[in-house]
C-alpha cells in the first residue's frame, strides 16, 4: 500500500522512481537518488541545512514529502557547478572563506541562490533576512555574507 | 525522523477532496504546505492514515480585493503575502504578521489557510484575523458555509471545521478610510513561536474617536484570545496614550498564558500588555489618529 510513481527532474535529469508516501524529499534526494550534498541536520525544520529548490523556491526538504515533488522541478547543490567550473555563489563561498566546518553549505548556498534570483542587488540587511532559517553553528554568517555579496557583484 | 505509514491523495478538484475526507472521517488530515502537519508527523505527536493534498488543486492561491472583502486563498503561502503590492500598500497588519511567522524557508511552503485551520494558539495569523474581524469559508460535502473568526477556535488545535471539511478562503472586510492595524510580537529568536504577541485593528471616526477595535492576542491561552473587553471599552474613546494603556491593561487580563521556557506566566502576561499597548499605538498612528 502507499506506494507511489513519481516523475522529477533534479538538476535538469528527469527521474521516475517508486516511493512510499512517507518518504521524505530529502531521503529521496540523499538515499535513493544518491545526491548526498543535500544534508540533514535538525531533521525539524529549523536549520535549513537540507535546503532544495523546488520549482525555483528554496524550501526545506526535511518537510517535504517525495510524493509533493512529483511532476516537479527540483535543484540541489550537486546543480551549481557547470562544466567543471563553480558557480559564482560557490566561488564567493571560497573566496571570503564563507564557510568552516561546511555542514551548513549546502543550505546556504541554495538559499543563497534563490535570492540572487529574486533578488541580483541584495543589502546586507535583504541577505541577512534571507538566511534566517538556515543556521550556522560555526556563527560564521559575516564571511558568508560577504560572499553572498561576492557573487552578486560577480553576477553584475 | 519518519512519519508512520499513510496513503496519500493528491485529489484535482476540491469536490474530490472534500469526498476523501468525507470517506476517512477522523483518520484522514488535509495536507496544504505541511510545514505544521509534516513536523507533528515526523515526531509522532501526530497521526493520520489519510493525506488528502489540497495543493494540487487549481484555484486555491489568490489575494484579491472583491465584492467589500479581501480574499485570500486558502493555498495562498506566507511568502505571496510578503510579495503582494496589494498586501505591502494596504494590509501592513498582514504584512508584518507574514514576516515574523517562521523562517522565509518555510514561508515558501507554509500556507495562510493551514496557519489558521491547524488550530494552534501560537500561531501568529489567528490573532490578526481576530483583530481584522474575518471570516472563514469552509466547503463541506453539504457545499460552502462562512465562519466568523471569533467562532473559529473552540480548543487547543481544534477549530469549528467539521473533518469533511476544507477551509478555502479567509475573507476580511475590507476597512473604512480612517482605519489602521499592526502586529507586534517578541519572540527569543527567528522562527520561534511567540513569547507573547498581540494584533490590533481600529477604524478612527470623524472627530478621531475609535468607531472599531479589534485585538488579538497569541499565545496566550488554549485558543487565540480576543480581548473582548479592551475592545469594549475603546469603542466611542479617543485613543490618547491613557485609554490604550488601560486598553492594553485590560487586554492583558484576558491573557492565560502557561510558563514554559519563554517565559513565567506573569512574564508572558506583562508582554501581552505591553505588546498590546505597542500595536494600538501603531494602529492609531496608522489609522490617521496623531
Redo the contacts between chains.
Sequence with gaps: MAAHKIRVTVNGTLHEVEVESRLLLVHLLRDVLRLTGTHIGCDTTHCGACTVLLDGEAVKSCTVLAVQADGRQLMTVEGLEQDGRLHPIQEGFWQEHGLQCGFCTPGMLMTSYALLKRNPKPSETEIRQAISGNLCRCTGYVNIVKAVQYAAAKQQ | ????????H?PGTLAEAVSLLDRHGEEAKV?AG??SL??L???RLGQAAH?V?I?RIPGLAYIKEEGGSLRIGAATVE?ALERSDLIRSKYPILLETALVI?????R??ATVGGNLAHGDPANDHPATMLALGAEIVARGPGGERTIPIAKFFTGLFTTALAPNEILTEIRIPVPPSGSGGAYEKLERK??DFATAGAAAHVTLGKKGEVERAGIGLTNAGPTPVKAREAEDYLRGKKPDGATIAEAARLAARAAAPTADRRGSVEYKREMARVLAARALRRAVQRAGGR
Excluded at chain 2, 525522523?1 to 496519500?8: G, K
Excluded at chain 2, 517562521?102 to 518555510?106: F, G, R
Design positions: 525522523m519518519i512519519p508512520s505509514s499513510f496513503d496519500y493528491a495536507l505541511g510545514q509534516l513536523p508527523l515526523k515526531l493525506l493534498d495543493g511568502a517562521a523562517d522565509p524557508l518555510v515558501n511552503r527567528v522562527g
